[in-house]
């Protein structure tokens, strides 16, 4: 079994339990029959959900974990304490060359940073960010840094502007994707020092910059990646999931209001469901952790099968394209370009 | 014609024209039979879009006022240069005792420039904020600041908790508000440093804090009160607005798609409607700028008359509640309470 095309999964970490992850690994196998699968975690939970339905000869591998990051675990904890547990030995699979990837539905900030610790940034990086896909009017815009990176530099901004397009071009195969840096609009107070900076110094750079963005230009294609700090990021992703959830609510709640509503509901039902997957979050599941070297993956700890798969696809996506690879080649091109 | 519950009107900025103020002071004053309103601007103008159609005798008085800040206007241009703007002399009326409440869709920089150099903020507080209402599940949420500051201390994100309570007060005539600090979830990097310290402020206030909200929940009716640094707020409320559009735009294509589903859409019309009507940004239009000496609400630029006439409530309300002489007493028992 060689590195190339294989992904460890986490088994043990989200909180819909092992079977859901088994469940995930099985449509993954299905459709890409290049790909090979380590799940990593308790043998005896692991085959007890793969039961009497064995996964493809070859294709599949148990490696063995014995502990499991909780959500509750610190960052200390879960690096220290916890080396044995499926977090850990998925990741160390990639150090060891055993995968080329990692996926797990854990805890985000335990995640980041045993990766960080085991498989190291990649030069001219000085933290990774966390990068996810957003739907857009007429497409996807990829979005980052989503939580890791709470006060940012403009060299920081710069890093993740980079990276956010190389991942972009791997994932749409877009040659030069357009890169934005999000911003407020108000005319005279055009952002804080950093922003101002960053535009600075990704407008000097190769990259396809397009300008500042604003918040609603997210969900309209203006940009194919969208920069920000970790901390402005992840308010505007967790703002997003809060509104959609109360809009789909709303439009619920009106489908049941009276019989006739009702009536109309599931007469309108097959429309409504079309609608209801075109924002459907697990299509867009999984969130790369970039700048490290290696491809990890974050699936969103309530992830279902289907969400799961995304983020395992997601990963081999990353790997086909050699994204960490590329990262380094282009940091050290830049690096080589400032000495 | 006494200062109270008269609200001037800036009749000149905004896209849509004076037509819209005018029919959206009809509306108003025809609802609130104890308001007077002040139209500020062109009166050749302002006399056209009132027509053949008069408004009610004695409540409704046209002050002239000879030039318009434009959107594009610098904060310079419009403070220095543009005395006899309609948005200037709406403030003055403020200033001069003849309005208790200024209301303009004009450019926000140049109303809260030229708000503070006129009516000047409240002793203890640095900076007005921009606080507006904001759907959620079983009701609305106050959230500020968003947009007027984009780097805040601690201190003036408890100046905008302080202003928020009293703002949802008014306005919701509930007698302790909650109030939440807008942070991200990540457990280990709970924040930068402004919101941590911000936290220890307001728990130490007489406030009604609950602790951090994060994005999500400002949909969820968590907290009355969200606080923020405008940079934040800004990109949380833009962010909704493209995703909002967006989702309208999923639903109606859907509805759209096919003779059938055009059909089903006709039916279904009314509940879509009802729907549509829910979140409605027409119906929360209105941020007030907090923290002035005067009532100065905010209209959306691109307002119509039912939104105009939103915001003009919304100063009707601020007027009826006293806000800013109820911040003015808080803030100066902080200030003797701290000597």
């Given at each position: 079994?060689?590195?190339?095309?294989?992904?460890?999964?986490?088994?043990?970490?989200?909180?819909?339990?092992?079977?859901?992850?088994?469940?995930?690994?099985?449509?993954?196998?299905?459709?890409?029959?290049?790909?090979?699968?380590?799940?990593?975690?308790?043998?005896?939970?692991?085959?007890r959900?793969?039961?009497?339905?064995?996964?493809?000869?070859?294709?599949?591998?148990?490696?063995?974990?014995?502990?499991?990051?909780?959500?509750?675990?610190?960052?200390?904890?879960?690096?220290?304490?916890?080396?044995?547990?499926?977090?850990?030995?998925?990741?160390?699979?990639?150090?060891?060359?055993?995968?080329?990837?990692?996926?797990?539905?854990?805890?985000?900030?335990?995640?980041?940073?045993?990766?960080?610790?085991?498989?190291?940034?990649?030069?001219?990086?000085?933290?990774?960010?966390?990068?996810?896909?957003?739907?857009?009017?007429?497409?996807?815009?990829?979005?980052?840094?989503?939580?890791?990176?709470v006060?940012?530099?403009?060299?920081?901004?710069?890093?993740?502007?980079?990276?956010?397009?190389?991942?972009?071009?791997?994932?749409?195969?877009?040659?030069?994707?357009?890169?934005?840096?999000?911003?407020?609009?108000s005319?005279?107070?055009?952002?804080?020092?950093?922003?101002?900076?960053?535009?600075e110094?990704?407008?000097?750079?190769?990259?396809?910059?397009?300008?500042?963005?604003?918040?609603?230009?997210?969900?309209?294609?203006?940009?194919?990646?969208?920069?920000?700090?970790?901390?402005?990021?992840?308010?505007?992703?967790?703002?997003?999931?809060?509104?959609?959830?109360?809009?789909?609510?709303?439009?619920?709640?009106?489908?049941?209001?009276?019989?006739?509503?009702?009536?109309?509901?599931?007469?309108?039902?097959?429309?409504?469901?079309?609608?209801?997957?075109?924002?459907?979050?697990?299509?867009?599941?999984?969130a790369?952790?970039?700048?490290?070297?290696?491809?990890?993956?974050?699936?969103?700890?309530?992830a279902?099968?289907?969400?799961?798969?995304?983020?395992?696809?997601?990963?081999?996506?990353?790997?086909?394209?050699?994204?960490?690879?590329?990262?380094?080649?282009?940091?050290?091109?830049?690096?080589?370009?400032?000495?």
């Amino acid at each position: 079994m060689t590195a190339n095309l294989t992904v460890a999964v986490d088994a043990m970490s989200g909180d819909k339990g092992t079977g859901v992850i088994v469940d995930a690994v099985r449509q993954v196998l299905a459709a890409r029959t290049d790909a090979t699968l380590l799940l990593v975690g308790d043998p005896a939970e692991i085959e007890r959900h793969i039961g009497n339905n064995p996964l493809p000869e070859g294709r599949a591998q148990i490696v063995e974990a014995s502990e499991v990051v909780t959500m509750d675990d610190s960052v200390a904890i879960a690096l220290r304490n916890k080396k044995k547990s499926s977090m850990r030995i998925a990741i160390n699979q990639v150090k060891e060359g055993r995968a080329a990837a990692c996926v797990s539905s854990g805890n985000t900030s335990a995640l980041m940073a045993i990766s960080k610790f085991v498989l190291k940034t990649v030069p001219g990086i000085d933290r990774p960010a966390i990068c996810t896909t957003i739907p857009a009017l007429h497409g996807h815009t990829h979005m980052l840094d989503l939580g890791a990176n709470v006060d940012c530099s403009a060299d920081h901004l710069f890093q993740f502007a980079t990276m956010g397009s190389i991942l972009a071009q791997a994932i749409d195969s877009v040659d030069k994707p357009t890169v934005g840096l999000l911003n407020i609009g108000s005319e005279e107070l055009k952002g804080n020092g950093q922003v101002k900076e960053a535009a600075e110094l990704i407008s000097n750079s190769s990259l396809n910059y397009i300008g500042f963005v604003e918040g609603n230009e997210i969900y309209t294609d203006r940009a194919d990646v969208v920069v920000c700090d970790g901390f402005v990021g992840n308010i505007s992703l967790k703002t997003s999931e809060g509104l959609a959830r109360m809009i789909s609510h709303y439009l619920k709640e009106e489908f049941m209001r009276t019989p006739f509503n009702k009536l109309v509901g599931l007469v309108a039902k097959p429309i409504l469901m079309s609608f209801r997957k075109r924002i459907d979050p697990r299509r867009y599941n999984g969130a790369s952790l970039l700048g490290l070297k290696g491809v990890v993956v974050k699936s969103h700890g309530s992830a279902d099968a289907v969400a799961f798969a995304n983020a395992i696809n997601i990963a081999l996506l990353a790997i086909d394209n050699d994204v960490p690879a590329k990262i380094t080649e282009h940091m050290s091109q830049s690096l080589s370009s400032i000495a």
